[in-house]
């Protein structure tokens, strides 16, 4: 995506959905969206695209910080999650529907809001 292509589009996965992970080395795990870049088009899953970084001991003048091998979430394309529906339980796409003048997310397999 480029330029804020997705910012005026309607927004398919929002923070704290469930969502399931469709494709990479990650694929059929399911987790929480923690936070949401529209713009980039990519999301970050709690416990999933977890990657490993070495962080150097750090000295400064209030204290020393532990260095050490920490395990981090990464962000991954939104089009490699889909959404969880809580009715239905399964992983689909998202439409979308007006209600009262207001567009609201909608699952496509049983046609519940979201």
Do not use: Y
């Amino acid at each position: 995506m480029g330029d804020g292509e997705q910012e005026n589009a309607m927004q398919r996965i929002k923070k704290d959905d469930r969502v399931k992970v469709i494709t990479g080395k990650d694929r059929g795990t399911t987790g929480r969206v923690v936070r949401v870049w529209p713009s980039d088009g990519r999301v970050m899953v709690e416990g999933v695209n977890v990657q490993t970084k070495h962080t150097p001991i750090q000295r400064s003048r209030t204290g020393t910080t532990e260095g050490g091998i920490v395990h981090e979430e990464a962000p991954l394309p939104a089009s490699n999650v889909l959404p969880i529906c809580e009715e239905c339980g399964e992983a689909t796409r998202v439409g979308a529907k007006f209600v009262d003048g207001v567009k609201h997310r909608n699952c496509r397999a049983c046609d519940a809001t979201f």
